[in-house]
């Protein structure tokens, strides 16, 4: 053999060790395959749900007057007293005395209806209705502090990330899927 076939079969066979080294390199994931979590916060948000609440209550109603001025009252008082009147005295006395009852027992017969009409109640069951909040709480995040190596970090993810968090090409894997639990 000459010497530039020793030297091409060398060359050769050096670039061909060389190539499938830096191939495997490339196959090769060096490094953390997880980030071991230290810590896992969960981050909530209140929630305000409203909602009816309705209950029946006794209430007590004025009954509806009929007669607004107390006319009936009035004109019956005023008979009464102008009667009784009458019965009193003589002559002009007795003409006094009959306008004075009449008077006298109008207004009495007056504030005795509208006391009646003031009394006059009844009660009926209303049903009442107000609204009030539930208050509630949902997660809506995690806030995971994490050792990848000798580094602490923290990241923020939308599951619970468990005891381990993947790592690929050293970066945390961060998507829930089949390879993301052991």
Do not use: W
């Not at 004109?75 to 005295?89: E, H």
């Not at 005891?163 to 993301?180: M, Q």
């Amino acid at each position: 053999m000459n010497k530039s076939m020793m030297l091409g079969i060398g060359v050769g066979a050096l670039v061909v060790t060389a190539g499938s080294a830096a191939a495997t390199y490339n196959l090769v994931d060096f490094g953390p395959k997880y980030a071991d979590v230290l810590s896992v916060q969960p981050l909530k948000q209140a929630i305000s749900t409203p909602r009816e609440v309705c209950k029946d209550v006794v209430v007590n109603h004025r009954a509806p007057v009929k007669d607004e001025h107390q006319i009936a009252g009035t004109v019956i008082g005023a008979l009464a007293g102008g009667l009784l009147g009458s019965r009193v005295g003589r002559g002009d006395g007795k003409k006094i005395a009959t306008v004075a009852g009449a008077a006298a027992g109008g207004y009495a017969g007056k504030k005795v209806q509208e006391n009646m009409q003031a009394n006059d109640t009844y009660n009926a069951t209303e049903t009442r209705c107000t609204t009030v909040n539930d208050k509630s709480e949902r997660v809506v995040g995690y806030d995971v502090e994490y050792r990848l190596g000798e580094q602490v970090g923290r990241v923020r993810m939308d599951h619970e990330p468990g005891a381990r968090i993947p790592v690929k090409d050293g970066k945390l894997v961060l998507t829930e899927g089949p390879s993301a639990g052991g």
